[in-house]
């Protein structure tokens, strides 16, 4: 399904407003477009109708006393009123005349020694009008003139209350649209496996929520309030414009398909420049989130000159590309519209200039004046269409890269529960590659019962940590299988065998907001006595009795305030007060002093009993007490046994615990 069809479908589920809009928006645009036929009626019927035929009268209502005699114009004869002879008035310059009689007014008109002559030959005794006695033959149009001004602006009231309305509505209509997509992608994120996050940086992904929704926005309400409107208006004029004159309508529709071409043209070229563009700003963007992230590193090595550089290098292409756009949109913006404008009025000239010279052909300045205002007009949502453009497919675009990301294969959240497990684990002839087949876990094999305490240990790269990530379904492995109480965890949702599992990590992710909030993680089963059971039980309560607040201390981002034992404690509460049968500590004590390193250890023996416990040692002496040690070599279990069995076997165990010790003892 193309990007287009899919955001109208988001319109859609608010299609109830967006119609209201819509209508209001039609209103709108009647109320507005109305003022060209008042002013042309006030023009002809009234400022210039006293050029139409008057006639004798005796009934003194909307009439003009003249020489002792009523004048009303026939127009405004009542019915079944009799009326006298034929008078006219006529206008030259700034001068008027009255004529009593019939009169053939047709050409050129001229006035001398009382005679009132035309180009068609006429000439007619006429007798000049002081200013108060013009003033008196237009003194019935006054009230009729005032009720079409009070009509004109009663209707431009309408007009802005009503467009108003509309902008509400889409206004309100849009927050509400890109208020659901961006709950719908964060929520997507969060189903999707986490290899997606491997290639994406973080502030790419963040870029799609924020920036490209915000350009989502900007397409219902800049974008589609233009197109609606523009269209509206337009069709409003085009059906006042044959009303006016059908041949010139006619002529004026050559517009549109001009009009269709420019944009396909315009769209051709503004597609590859925005979505460069946009990529640039994801860059850009993940550039920022990268340098802030490591800015003490940066600052140590002193590399801030290079990460300006590479910087630099985006930013530049972003202002390349930017002015590329910009280009684009100044020759085929004001350009089209002036170009437009100007063959209109070229053919507006010439059809009234021809229309002018056949003696059969009238034109009413009345006419005139509301051509001219519709032609103007026209031409104002010409030019809100083509100055929308570039929004319109920068909208497209950003939509394409959310939709991209919501397209990902995810995973759906279950809520469905199991009891609590046992945490008898089998790794099964367990085979595992982060990509194709370069394998870092190779034909592993082994069993934790229920209950034990299993060591990890290796050099880096040896697949420590893949078994974790194996182990709580970050990953799947490609070949063997790995049980849980006898059932492959495959056939279990994430969510679920998740449930009944732990994990500290070996750098610690504390979360804004306050340590208590931070373990439980404001689940509603996780009470505030157990929060405090849970930190009392790693020992935490010792450490963190120096902060103010105790449990409730703010906790800022990451928790860049606390000691890195602090953080680790409050992580290692965490996962206890979820009472996991499987706990997974990943290198949890590397990160933590001595002191620190021994209460988690004498609360070690505690914490452990009843469920199965992951250890990836990095001291070795934290597994000293294990019921069993895997040492892992580039993806194998070189060897296997407890402490006193490897230490015994004098293998790779052995060296490595021998130079941890002496390590220490150099110290």
Known sequence: MSVGKRLFQYGLMYKKTIIIALVMLTISVAAELAGPFIAKKMI???????????????????????NNTFYKREAYLNEGEQAGSEAHIYQIGLDFYFVNGQVDAQGERSYENGQLSFGS?????????????????YTPEIPRILVLVALYFGLTVV????????????????????QKMRTQVFSHIQRLPINYFDDLPAGKVVARITNDTEAIRELYVQVLGQFFHSGVYIGGIYIALFILDPNLAAICLVLLPILYVWMLLYRKYASVYNQTVRSKVSEINA?????????????????????QDEFEEKNTTHFQFQNKLLNLNALMSHNLVNILRNLTFVAFIWYFGGASLNAESVVTVGVLYAFVDYLTRLFQPVTGIVNQLANLELALVAGKR?????????EDVRDER?????????????????????????????EAKPGQTIGLVGHTGSGKSSIMNLLFRFYDCQKGEILIDGQNIKELPRQTIRDHMGIVLQDPYLFTGTIASNVSLNDPRISREKIEDALRAVGADQILTGLKDGIDEPVIEKGS????????????????????????????????????????????????????TFIIAHRLSTIRNADQILVLDRGQIAERGTHDELMAARGKYYQMYELQQGKQQAG
Do not use: C
């Open 44 to 66: 002809d019927d009234h400022i210039l109708g006293s050029e139409e035929t008057w006639v004798e009268t005796a009934d003194t209502e909307d009439a003009v006393s003249y």
């Open 121 to 137: 030959g006429g000439t007619y005794p006429a007798e000049e009008l002081t200013r108060a006695e013009v003033f008196d033959f």
């Open 159 to 178: 007009a802005a209350i009503f467009h108003f309305g509309q902008e509400f509505q889409l206004q309100r209509s849009a927050n509400r649209i890109i």
């Open 287 to 307: 550039s920022i989130n990268e340098a802030i992230q490591g800015m003490s590193i940066i600052q140590a090595f002193r590399r801030e000159s290079r990460i």
């Open 402 to 410: 959310v939709f991209e990301l919501m397209d990902e294969d995810g």
């Open 418 to 446: 199991i009891e609590r497990i046992k945490g008898h684990v089998v790794f099964h002839d367990v085979s595992f590659a982060y990509k194709k087949e370069d394998y870092v876990l190779k034909n592993l094999s082994f």
């Open 561 to 612: 305030t606390l000691s890195s034992g602090q953080r680790q404690l409050i992580s290692f509460a965490r996962a206890l007060a979820f009472d996991p049968a499987v706990l997974v500590l990943d290198e949890a004590t590397s990160s933590v002093d001595t002191e620190t390193e021994s209460v988690i250890q004498q609360a070690m023996d505690t914490l452990k009993t009843g469920r199965t």
